[in-house]
């Protein structure tokens, strides 16, 4: 790995991570520590903060005990650690740092809480819909994971090209 692509991998860890944990302890500060029924509107009921404490895994499901899911995450930042030192692309490295910074901000509440802070909650009035309460660790890690597919189907449109094929703007003279 370059130092190039080794910095957008430690960089977007470190980025995603601090804003992490800081809006955590921004809204832990805010609802003094406790939970409840206390929100803080944003955008009407479209948007709160909600401070919710989730001892379970991804969307309040339980996959087991705690024990379960702290080393079904510390497997995960493994994984995604060793993707992360192997990619020779910048847009990956960042990508993977991304969903590395979001694991580790999680994996940090659970061992020193003992539980994931979630609080932001989003919901539909209209159509009386709301989402699961997360946090912007759960924000990144699902905005590295939609980067690695997007990266995946480009690649894919492109080399799935027939060799000696020019594409439109290659043809000389056009756009000139």
Do not use: C
Not at 60 to 85: K, M
Not at 122 to 142: C, E, Q, S
Request: no cysteine; proline share 2%; net charge positive.
């Amino acid at each position: 790995m370059t130092t190039v692509l080794r910095r957008a991998f430690i960089w977007a860890s470190i980025g995603a991570l601090f804003v992490d944990q800081t809006t955590k302890l921004v809204v832990y500060g805010m609802f003094g520590g406790g939970g409840g029924d206390k929100s803080v509107a944003i955008l009407g009921q479209v948007l709160r903060i909600s401070f919710t404490i989730n001892t379970r895994g991804v969307f309040g499901v339980s996959f087991g005990g705690p024990i379960f899911h702290f080393v079904l995450q510390v497997v995960g930042v493994g994984l995604v650690i060793y993707f992360g030192i192997r990619t020779r692309e910048r847009w990956l490295g960042s990508a993977y740092g991304v969903i590395l910074g979001g694991a580790l901000g999680n994996l940090i509440d659970r061992v020193r809480l003992g539980y994931v802070i979630d609080f932001i909650d989003f919901g539909i009035p209209a159509i009386n819909f709301r989402w699961f309460t997360f946090n912007l660790a759960d924000a990144f890690i699902v905005v590295g994971v939609l980067m690695i597919v997007f990266y995946e189907v480009g690649l894919g449109f492109r080399s799935k090209r027939k060799p000696g094929v020019r594409e439109w703007s290659e043809v000389k003279g056009v756009g000139e």
